[in-house]
Nanobody
Framework: QLQLVESGGGVVQPGGSLRLSCVGSAFTSDDYAIGWFRRAPGKEREGVSCMHYSSAASRYADSVQGRFTISRDRAKNTVYLQMNSVKPEDTAVYYC????????????????????WGQGTQVTVSS
């Protein structure tokens, strides 16, 4: 069973940067879609970014486009979310998720498309 573990959360000032990591315990192949999601206090969980693990083709929510970057290191079974120019509204618990999927078409952005989830890591943007 695939297990995902996020890390890298913390407190950061507005305008600062943070890099989140998501380590997968057993990527049996490259045919996975990986998603980053977040849940802010009092709000529904929303998609932030996704990628096909094999091709690295990615998508971003409008709210983070140009500020966040998703990437992966196959050798480390790790997917990253680089967060730059963070804003207070980026404060949330961030989750990574994975789903076995061929890299056909765009990666899915909806949470119900993913079967495997990490436990989440808190990101707080505050001065």
């Amino acid at each position: 069973q695939l297990q995902l573990v996020e890390s890298g959360g913390g407190v950061v000032q507005p305008g600062g940067s943070l890099r989140l990591s998501c380590v997968g315990s057993a990527f049996t192949s490259d045919d996975y879609a990986i998603g980053w999601f977040r849940r802010a206090p009092g709000k529904e969980r929303e998609g932030v970014s996704c990628m096909h693990y094999s091709s690295a083709a990615s998508r971003y929510a409008d709210s983070v486009q140009g500020r966040f970057t998703i990437s992966r290191d196959r050798a480390k079974n790790t997917v990253y979310l680089q967060m730059n120019s963070v804003k207070p509204e980026d404060t949330a618990v961030y989750y990574c998720a994975a789903e076995p999927r061929r890299p056909w078409g765009p990666c899915p952005t909806g949470q119900f498309s993913y079967s495997y989830w990490g436990q989440g890591t808190q990101v707080t943007v505050s001065s």
